[in-house]
């Protein structure tokens, strides 16, 4: 039913509901705006999400007893909310969300999206965010929408019936923007580094950011590159227009660039805006390992903030203190590491906090999470180049990582793994 404000949508909540709100670039913020007014006559709303852009308003002390968030994936609208005990953090793999939601352990009682207009026969889109949005929609006893006819309609698992919905509003407002993230010296040499690694015919995987985007600016004179990934940026698109990507040696989805989100300018929107070639599919299926390794030579290129010199990959935190979240990288790493010809590639800044800290350590900061385990690292690169951990080990490991740190810190580095794990770097 079409209703004329989003407080009128938002009056179908009850007691005690446990929310799913689409994310990313898909958060409905309009929704956003006015959960706190309705929220203040409700008691004990929970709010999921992955990653909500625009939603600090949510963590508010007077909503205490009223809406808690619980992310399962910390971002900037967030993070201080976590740090504050505003809001919980929960690590889990997002392809897991679905399945956990489907068998009824994550109950979700009611969904907040934002959907393209409804076509001629009444379906509209999830757009640029499948993620786990579908499986909410699937068990959710309410669903609300706000039907926003900016929202690109792409292909895939995104599309549902506007009957489907109990109460929506509709308001034109433009799409979130991301902008790309700007590059440097550093960001620049992973880029090459990273780039040296990857192959005619290989099928890629890789997230936002400097390092990404850097990467990609130096594979133009690639062939026949696939893309099978969690999520992609405008980093893609000059590969695209060249023909450099074109998917033709995929096993899965041959021809197709398949993702679950999307978040970056409006030119990426116009270009997933009804296009055929790009499937936005449930992350239950993109994230799944036994998936992700039927494409040979699948490469996957993730981050991390800490490693430690055993080959301990941290991503989520600093210490204790949540950054982000578990995502998708593990699925990736390993995935990409059972594929026939697969590489997988964690890359990040030698240092951190303007070159006084070293992102290598001989051990991680307590409390640090482990998201990508020393038996299942490959490739790590740093701007001063590659180090292959696969089959080393441990003190040869400390050997490769040391040889890819921050000259400055090198010395460092091997004396402190001589006083941790007892061993001498030769």
Known sequence: MQVSSAVKAL??????????????????????????????????????????????????????????????????STRQAVASDLADYVPVFLSEIPKLMRRGEQPVDAVLAQVSAPDAHGYCSLGISVEATRA????????????????????????????????????????????????????????????????????????????????????????HLGVHTEMFSDGILPLVEK????????????????TTFAMGSQALYDFVDDNPNVAFLDVEYTNDTSVIRKNKQ????????????????????????????????????????????????????????????????SLLSPGAGVVTTRAHVQYIVTEYGVANLRLKSIKERASELIRIAHPDFQEALAESFFNDWGLRIS
């Not at 023909?243 to 398949?258: A, C, F, L, P, T």
């Open 11 to 76: 009056e179908i909540l009850q007691d005690n509901d446990v929310i799913w709100c689409h994310s990313m670039a898909a958060t409905p913020g309009l929704l956003l705006e006015h959960l706190p007014e309705v929220a203040s006559e409700r008691h004990n709303l929970t709010l999921l999400q992955l990653h909500t852009e625009g939603s600090e308003g949510l963590a508010d002390a007077n909503l205490k007893g009223r809406l808690r968030q619980r992310a399962f994936f910390v971002g900037g």
């Open 243 to 258: 023909g450099v990507i074109d998917n033709s040696r995929k096993q899965k989805h041959r021809g197709r660039i398949v």
């Open 298 to 361: 699948t490469v996957s290129i993730n981050s991390a903030l800490q490693i430690d010199l055993s080959g301990q990959v941290c991503a989520d935190s600093v210490g204790t203190s949540i950054y982000s979240g578990v995502g998708g990288q593990m699925d990736f790493v390993r995935g990409a590491a059972l594929a026939e010809g697969g590489k997988a590639i964690i890359a990040l800044p030698s240092t951190a906090r303007g070159g006084q800290l070293s992102r290598i350590s």
């Open 136 to 223: 909410a929609l699937q068990v959710a006893k309410r669903k609300i929408a706000w039907v926003n006819p900016q929202m690109p309609r792409t292909h895939g698992d995104s599309f549902i019936h506007i009957s489907e919905f109990d109460r929506y509003v509709e308001e034109t407002r433009p799409m979130h923007e991301h902008k790309a993230a700007p590059q440097n010296e550093v960001s620049r040499r992973i880029g090459e580094q990273v780039a040296s690694l990857i192959e005619d015919g290989d099928c890629l995987q890789l997230g936002i950011g400097a390092i990404p985007d850097a990467t990609l600016s130096c594979l133009h004179q690639h062939q």
